[in-house]
């Protein structure tokens, strides 16, 4: 099985064909390291645009604060993303900014921790994780901030949570178990199922809304890509290697899947098939 081709830098958001919007750090990031909560440096996280390739990359960010958790609009007109300002580590904010970084706007404030904005597929609505260091749950807003309802209302960590293309289902991480696993509820909060049976988090929905990617977590502590169908069978292992591989997200198309990969402080970007192959279209 193929650990992909390295493209970039740590943390990736597929946009169309040709846009890439990266989270780059100088400390560890990632799916793994929000659950983690580690502690990072002020100004560490900021936010890149490049094309699929690797090339053209640009900085986004112009402030001081950290930005992270990046997520585009489905008409790419906007990107939504978490911040804070300084060490104030478990309250950041959503914001919205466009694409050239101008127009920054702030949509939620609140004293909890804010974070992994997701949209719905008409870009009308904004998932996200709100909560404190082991009790989050996933709230739903609409684009412009207004109308924040808590959708999981759960005393367990709820977090990563993933709008599913045909705007049907959300997945998302949570420990209720007392692992890590992936659930999937209806977008109003209910039907909420459990997908997965050994440790699993960062859910990704293929195009077509059949599948899930996602980080396993093995026996040995090392995370890797698996995939599954939307309704929790037939989980496969894509990669297989000593590093760490994690935050899945799928190309427009589904044929290939970006993630992070590496060891601790030297994640990058990589590109696979959709089954575990080499990318294509990769420098």
């Keep these: 099985m193929a650990s992909g081709t390295t493209i970039g830098a740590v943390g990736v958001r597929l946009a169309g064909a040709a846009a890439v919007l990266l989270c780059v750090s100088s400390a560890a990031a990632g799916d793994t390291a929000r659950v983690k909560r580690f502690r990072v440096p002020a100004d560490a996280y900021k936010l890149f645009v490049m094309n699929a390739d690797g090339s053209g990359q640009k900085r986004l960010s112009g402030t001081a604060a950290n930005d992270y958790d990046p997520a585009w609009s489905p008409d790419g007109t906007k990107i939504a993303f978490s911040a804070f300002s300084g060490r104030s580590y478990y309250r950041g904010q959503i914001f919205v900014v466009n694409p050239d970084g101008s127009g920054r706007k702030q949509l939620t404030n609140n004293p909890k921790d804010n974070f992994n904005p997701t949209w719905s597929p008409d870009g009308t609505k904004i998932a996200f994780t709100r909560g404190a260091y082991r009790h989050a749950d996933i709230f739903v807003m609409n684009a412009d901030g207004s109308g924040q309802v808590n959708l999981t209302n759960h005393p367990a960590d709820d977090l990563f949570p993933a709008w599913s293309p ?118």
């Design 166 to 283: 045909d705007g049907t289902k959300i997945a998302f991480t949570t420990d209720r178990s007392t692992i890590y696993q992936i659930f999937s509820m209806n977008t109003d909060g209910s039907g909420q199922t459990n997908l997965t049976d050994d440790p699993a988090l960062g859910p990704a929905w293929s195009p077509d809304s059949r599948r899930i990617a996602y980080a396993g977590l093995g026996r040995g502590g090392n995370a890797d890509i698996f995939v599954m169908n939307a309704d929790g069978s037939g989980q496969t292992k894509l990669t297989n290697s000593k590093a760490d591989e994690f935050e899945p997200a799928w190309s427009p198309d589904g044929a290939n899947i970006a993630f992070s990969g590496g060891t601790y402080l030297r994640y990058r970007l990589m590109v696979m098939s959709q089954n575990g192959g080499r990318g294509r279209g990769t420098a």
